[in-house]
DNA sequence: GCCGTTTTCGGCCCGACTGTTTTCAGTCG
């Protein structure tokens, strides 16, 4: 069992134990520990071997008895029982908005409904309104939310798609001109690879004329609740955004709050309580009801005294400590980046010449861009032959002489590592490359030992520079293949190669964990776009926000380091 | 169930909105 399936199990055994009416920190204590193997960025079947489990934080001795019983048995007694105690279904039911562990138990114990096909039929023939604090009104809103949790099952949405519509939702907010600010918050300012609902933070003193205005909007297609501080709405494509309106003087206090993340709040306010304060969006209270407020962000971690602390740190991940020791990285920005190290051309996929992919580098500030098209073996890609790969060559070499000074263009290939983990060229031809990225495509349902051996061969060639998103994952469409991922990092760190983090908000792969433990093991990172075309190289803003969230510094990225030095190191490879 | 330079027991974050209620429970973030 890989870390995402043990923490299902612990999510599943928080959820029916919540329905079972059980005390809720005990509820939270199982979540927490989930979260908390969600964030390992190791293999917990090696935590487990190296008899490690208690040292998560998060981990006491309950739950790594049961991780130990479940990575030993496959099978956990506790859960075993839970289930038989409580029908499963109950667990689809509470992704139904208004329905919580309450009521799924009412509706499951009064009227035996144990699904939400049943729910829906029951809320039909109007069963539900006369339980106990249910109504007419209440039972019209579940079927709304059922239907609701139909349209958009899709799940989490990609930062790629929500961050435009974010955007697009704010700037509409701005034109109102009772609003000061407007901005986003909640996951997407923590920028991670998908949100679930959209949180917009708006400064204004007539909050109502705002409200209403909002909700006018025509992409949105229905209001779940609105209050002159507080506003849910769905848009038609069935994505939820929360709009809260403060006065500028608390917008600070507000932006805290609602970036979150929820754990990494908590461990705020823990450090509040222990200086006599009460945190919330509004402001610190203190015992005597008096109030301190923030405008500004950076003044509620000041009067914690911590430094200001990146949304995208905020994860409760050991950031809070590190700010207390004044070890907090200097996080990477988007305009430390200078180079783009993997961009196709027409000669393989890409949609434009080379010429164009290096006026399109230029103009996004870049100052080194290398073309990597795809090896003979992905036909589908129309991947080069050895001798269009040479001809290619001359092409740039004839193109180099027109490039203005201090420009570096680099011929590279994008080259297959094939099912039986040989690479698609000779190493006499990779050795003719400026730069060699390695990277899987194809056959990526093999077993866990082939493709993760496929991997480390490819990470042994000295020729090989980079290996590119290297799960082949495909966000909500395709998992990426089984990786060994500790052996992965490991076999990097000895070989020196560069791990990348694909900025396509498709692929973000590696992810922020694993990118992590790379940084932690020394190994140096790439931030590409892998650019079919001009516009995939503003891309790098969600690569960047992935290695931000791994806390990676300018230094770690190889794409920061100046062109001279990293055509040197390249050079220095084999 | 987890955790501890104030604690091995007693805490564990806070508030808005809704719908059902005569003061509050449930849900959500």
């Not at 130990?68 to 075993?80: C, I």
């Not at 909050?207 to 209050?227: A, D, T």
Request: charged share 30%; glycine share 8%.
């Amino acid at each position: 069992m890989n870390n995402s399936e043990v923490a299902q199990v612990f999510e599943d055994i928080a959820d029916l134990l919540e329905i079972k009416g059980e005390q809720i920190y005990r509820v939270l204590a199982y979540r927490r520990g989930a979260e908390a193997l969600k964030n390992l960025g190791r293999d917990i079947n090696t935590v487990w071997k190296e008899g490690e489990l208690e040292e998560i934080p998060g981990v006491g001795k309950a739950i790594a008895g049961k991780i130990d019983e479940l990575l030993g048995t496959r099978k956990l007694e506790f859960y075993e029982k839970l289930k038989k105690e409580i029908p499963l279904g109950l667990l689809e039911m509470l992704k139904v908005s208004d329905v919580g562990p309450k009521k799924a138990a009412r509706f499951w114990k009064e009227l035996g409904i144990t699904s939400i096909k049943a729910l829906e039929a029951a809320a039909k023939r109007g069963e539900l309104r006369d339980l106990p604090g249910m109504g007419a009104r209440s039972e019209a809103r579940i079927l709304e939310s059922i239907q609701s949790l139909r349209r958009r099952q899709t799940g989490r949405l990609s930062i790629g798609v929500a961050l435009p519509i974010a955007e697009q939702l704010l700037a509409e907010l701005r034109k109102h001109p009772a609003v000061k600010a407007a901005e986003a918050a909640g996951s997407l300012r923590r920028m991670r690879e998908s949100v679930g609902d959209l949180d917009l933070l708006v400064s204004t003193d007539k909050p109502e004329p705002v409200m209403q205005s909002f909700v006018k909007l025509p992409i949105i297609s229905r209001v779940r609740s609105q209050g002159p501080t507080k506003t849910s709405v769905e848009l038609v494509d069935g994505l939820r955004v929360q709009v809260w309106t403060h006065p500028s003087a608390r917008f600070g206090t507000a932006l805290q709050y609602a970036t979150g993340s929820k754990e990494h709040n908590v461990r705020l306010r823990e450090i509040a309580l222990d200086q006599g304060l009460s945190l919330s969006d509004q402001a610190f209270k203190r015992d005597d009801g008096s109030e301190i407020t923030c405008a500004q962000e950076a003044e509620v971690y000041e009067r914690l005294g911590l430094p200001w602390i990146a949304p995208e740190l905020r994860e409760d991940r050991g950031e809070i400590q590190a700010a207390l020791d004044g070890t907090l990285p200097e996080l990477i920005e988007l305009a430390d980046l200078k180079a783009e190290l993997h961009s196709h051309s027409t000669w393989s996929d890409g949609a434009n010449s080379i010429e164009q992919m290096v006026k399109a580098a230029r103009a996004e500030g870049h100052r080194l861009l290398a073309i990597t098209d795809h090896s003979k073996s992905l036909g589908v890609a129309n991947g080069l032959t050895v001798e269009r790969l040479r001809k290619q060559r001359k092409e740039i070499a004839a193109l180099r002489k027109r490039l203005p000074k201090g420009f570096v263009l680099l011929h590279g290939s994008e080259v297959e590592i094939l099912a039986d983990g040989r690479l698609d060229y000779p190493d006499v031809v990779l050795a003719e490359l400026d730069l060699v990225i390695a990277s899987l495509h194809t056959s990526l349902r093999q077993s866990r030992e082939k493709v993760t051996a496929r991997l480390l061969a490819a990470i042994a060639n000295p020729h090989v520079d980079i290996i590119a998103h290297p799960t082949g994952r495909l966000i909500g469409e395709r998992e990426g293949a089984d990786l060994d991922m500790d052996r992965v990092l490991e076999a990097a760190a000895r070989s020196g190669v560069i791990l990348e983090i694909n900025s396509n908000p498709q692929r973000l792969d590696l992810n922020d964990v694993h990118a992590r433990r790379a940084i932690e093991l020394g190994i140096p990172l790439a931030i590409n776009t892998d650019a079919h075309h001009p516009d995939h190289l503003a891309f790098r803003n969600y690569g960047v926000g992935v290695a931000r969230r791994a806390w990676a510094t300018a230094e770690q990225v190889v794409n920061c380091w100046r062109p001279k030095r990293l055509r040197d190191w390249l050079a220095s490879r084999g």
